[in-house]
């Protein structure tokens, strides 16, 4: 039985947006902070891509344009109030540099120890704990392995503000990493 | 302080664009941008190996959700095509006064069929999800939609029957009035759609025999197959309508209403089925 062009158009579109639904729900989450409204913006955003699918480039990078309308869909649904940009938290990180720089241990175990010991829950913590423009790129960047160029695109900035705030947040995580192994008893003076 | 904090971005840089070696050649040396180094590399590390689990999975009742509504904005914009053609067509013959008026006959009457078709609902989409809403669309838009108003359970097993039915029709128990049944076509092959009334809203239970979905007849989602096969029932809601699919014996029902979950889920016994 041969199909209506919007059976497969419908088809089409399925084969290519629906492996990005998870990428797409799971970012929601952390946008959102609610599964519920998650599900809503993620639901709202594959209805907007279906109804602009002829304008999609085929060969294009999908999910990227997906992640698009989905930050579009968020910015003119759910984020009804508008607030000033999170500060950086220079303190945090001076203080975590001071720390490193006083201890006794080789910082090389130190790191070892935390980050590679660190627990997929406090990843996810340390991740959630972020300001929200840092959040951002740390998700996109190394969770869901989009390019600075995209990522630019994304949040509609230059590349120089992706690099800049991937580095910072990257800093803050590993303050946020080290906190949580100090809370579990990590001490910087016994080698293991 | 900002500046010499801020000063080893190009470290994150070149590690994301896979430059690690560089990187290492470029901080030899300096006990702080070596230290940087490490620390970056470690926490991009960390989250880097953990991204499969750090990346929650969509739930499945999501899915299901998302594809009875792009199947909806399907169906509505196969409307939309259908109208824009029909007018295309008229307009370009316009032009042609020699054939216009045998053209336009033609076309009047084939439109007219069609619309006539289209109004009726006779044929349904190959996907039984889509059959179901469709169905539903169709008996719940006009009354006149419903080929037999009847209450007998006999009078509406014989007219299935009658009218290209191949399998018996199941009846279940469902606290509604049972209003009549309509005969609808999927792929050439009919089958049965019976409609009941509560609180003056409509449900429609849409019954096809497994042998054809064995032969394709009918295509079944996978989400709504593994469902029906794990735990009986198949739920979904979306927009402004409630789907309720199980499979009774070798026939797979699926409702459809605009009443909510739980209002649909009161109606049936669903320990019974």
Known sequence: MSESPNDELRREFELEAMPHMSALYSFAVRLTRDPDDAADLVQETFLKAFRFFDKFERGTNCKAWLFRILKNSYINTFRRSSKAPDTVEYDVIEEFYETIRDSSVETSVLEEQVFTNALDDEVAEAIASLPEEFRTVVILCDIEGFTYEEIAEFIDCPIGTVRSRLHRARKLLAAKLADYARARGFSTGEPE | ?273
Not at chain 2, 15 to 33: F, M, P, W
Not at chain 2, 61 to 83: C, K, N, P
Not at chain 2, 85 to 100: C, E, V
Not at chain 2, 121 to 146: C, F, H
Request: charged letters at 25%; hydrophobic letters at 45%.
């Open chain 2, 1 to 273: 302080m900002k500046d010499s904090l801020d000063s080893f971005e190009w470290i994150s840089e070149m590690l994301d664009n896979n430059q690690e070696h560089l990187v290492a050649d470029k901080v030899r040396g300096d006990a702080r941008a070596e230290r940087e180094s490490r620390i970056i590399t470690a926490t991009r590390a960390a989250v880097r190996s953990r991204s499969t689990a750090l990346r929650m999975q969509a739930p499945v009742s999501l899915e299901r959700s998302i594809r009875m509504a792009i199947a909806a904005e399907a169906r509505t914009q196969s409307g939309r095509s259908f109208t824009g053609k029909l007018r295309g067509m008229l307009s370009s013959f316009a032009t042609q006064p020699r054939y216009a008026a045998a053209a336009l006959a033609f076309i009047a009457v084939a439109a007219s069929t069609l619309f006539v078709l289209s109004q009726r609902g006779d044929t349904l989409p190959s996907n039984m999800t889509e059959a179901a809403l469709a169905a539903y669309a169709n008996v719940s838009s006009d009354a006149g939609n419903i080929d037999l108003h009847s209450s007998d359970k006999n009078d509406l097993r014989a007219f299935f029957a009658n009218h290209g039915v191949d399998f018996e029709v199941f009846f279940p128990t469902v606290a509604a009035e049972l209003v009549g049944g309509s005969v609808r076509s999927i792929n050439g092959r009919d089958f049965p759609v019976l409609v009941y009334r509560t609180a003056g809203r409509l449900i429609s239970l849409l019954e096809v025999e497994q042998g054809a979905i064995d032969a394709k007849t009918v295509e079944l989602d996978r989400a709504t197959a593994e469902d029906v096969s794990n735990s009986k029932w198949h739920w979904a809601s979306s927009q402004d309508r409630t789907l309720f699919v199980w499979k009774s014996n070798s026939i797979m029902c699926s409702v459809v209403s605009d009443l909510a979950v739980n209002e649909v889920s009161a109606l049936f016994s669903l320990e019974v089925l």
